[in-house]
């Protein structure tokens, strides 16, 4: 099992910055990848950003070259340094682990970007 909890959204004017934060109940080196998703109202859950144990990252093309994912073991913890924010990117972010067979979600933290 485990257990994922976000945190660190917010409402913030365009063009500012957000860190999202996903704390892990255990090592998220014992996790394969740990990725953010985002879900907008009336729209369906998008993928966002993974990072592998390995530290291998992608990103969306929508936000490559805005958002930074990056983990600290030491905290168990994955963050999502969003940057250069946009009106677009108003949604529920959502922190989701991945170990061989299970798949797990946090509850979600809101990012609202005003214009």
């Known amino acids: 099992q485990v257990q994922l909890v976000e945190s660190g959204g917010g409402l913030v004017q365009a063009g500012g910055s957000l860190r999202l934060s996903c704390a892990a109940s255990r090592s998220i080196f014992s996790i394969y990848a740990m990725t953010w998703y985002r879900q907008a109202p009336g729209k369906q859950r998008e993928w966002v950003a993974t990072i592998t144990s390995g530290g291998t990252t992608g990103y969306a093309d929508s936000v490559k070259g805005r958002f930074t994912i990056s983990g600290d073991s030491a905290k168990n913890t994955v963050f999502l340094q969003m940057n250069s924010l946009k009106p677009e990117d108003t949604a529920v972010y959502y922190c989701?682990?991945?170990?061989?067979?299970?798949?797990?979600w946090g509850q979600g933290t809101q990012v609202t970007v005003s214009s």
């Open positions: 989701n682990g991945k170990t061989l067979g299970n798949s797990y």
